[in-house]
């Protein structure tokens, strides 16, 4: 399937996903308000850096190795068998680690122990989350579009449902115990997709650990376990920043912007691990990997910039639509922030071939410098610049990301080829 082809299709799941995104956002904004965002923030990131830990690390290894053994049912077996192994061993120590220390991580990450019990939920339901996000991976490794988007359009209708219904009965309280069981749910619509498949048997994803698989996923764990430490800690720490420095308000109208982000670019980025990931898999000489870099240029960047254009324009209208009047001094965020998505999106064209085509140290060494970046200019521009200071930090780093990319990982190609 081509890149029209699958941008077309993953299109319908991701403007279902993209219009539930924005009922949730002005649900969450109506019942939790700014400083809920910034609890949910903080909540959502410690969830990626946990599902990482406990297994979702060998998802993007499943998706490249499903593709590159396209041809090799028996490979592709094991690749599912050492994976879903992997998965259940250590969703279920991790599960146990958090049920542990509940009480610790609590008061971490909302820095009271009211929400303590969030973490018994999410403790129980986690091994299906992981194993969800498996399933996902598999469907997308064996380029079976169709049911990756039913799959991606049940996640996104379970999550409009559980999301809003507690949150408008408990509140805050709802929001963040539907974030723990959500891809939990979506999980049994996954499993019975991946079921009715004739190449798929539950069997196929347990057994004996192949250990010369597992040495190549270790490349793939590395990358997903830096991204996942990274960002999310990242932006706790900048979230943290803007709370000492101009309030828990002002931390959640930049949690606010951020999810705008994600939801108006999630037909690029999706596309980009639908579509892009697994072909750069597959690609192995510099000049089909060249063609297929034009071709994420010549219609994936595009696409960011239009909608980075159109959210823009209409900035006072989306704020009122999809938030409430609480949330427009966010409004100041919008121009510096659609400029750091757009050259994101340029950026992200090339840093996935660091992933299809296994670059692990550069991966590694780049996302950790970008971090560093990020979180270093938004210090400087906030005092520098105030509030809109923290777009401002992000607009240069992946002005700064987008330029060091197109050096570093072609240099390694073409030393690659020699």
Known sequence: MNLLKTSALNGIAVLIKTATMFILNKILAIYVGPSGYAAIGQFQNFIQIVTTFAGGAINTAVVKYT?????SEQKQKLVWKTAGSIVLIFSMIVAFLILIFQKQLAIYIFKSTEYQSIFIWFAIFLIFFNFNALFLAILNG??????????NIAGSVFALITTGLLAFKLGLYGALVALSINQSIVFLVTLFLCYKAS?????YLFGKIDKALSRKFGSYVLMALTS????????????SHMVDEFGVQYA???EAMIRLSGAYLMLVTTTLSVYYLPRLSELKDLESIKKEVYTGYKFIFPVALTGALVVYVLRDWIISLLFTPSFLPMKDLFLWQMIGDSLKIGSWIIAYLMLGQAMTK???LSE???????VGLTYICTNFFGFEGVSIAYLINYALYWVMLS???FNQLRAKER
Request: with cysteine; net charge positive.
């Open 67 to 71: 593709a590159e053994y396209y041809d």
């Open 199 to 203: 190449w798929f048997k539950l069997s």
């Open 407 to 409: 050096f570093s990982v």
């Open 362 to 364: 550069l991966f590694i």
């Open 228 to 239: 996942a430490l990274c960002m999310p800690i990242s932006q706790i720490l900048i979230r």
């Open 252 to 254: 959640g109208y930049w």
């Open 368 to 374: 950790i410098l970008a971090s560093i970046s990020l």
């Open 142 to 151: 064996k380029k079976e579009i169709l049911r990756l988007v039913i799959a």
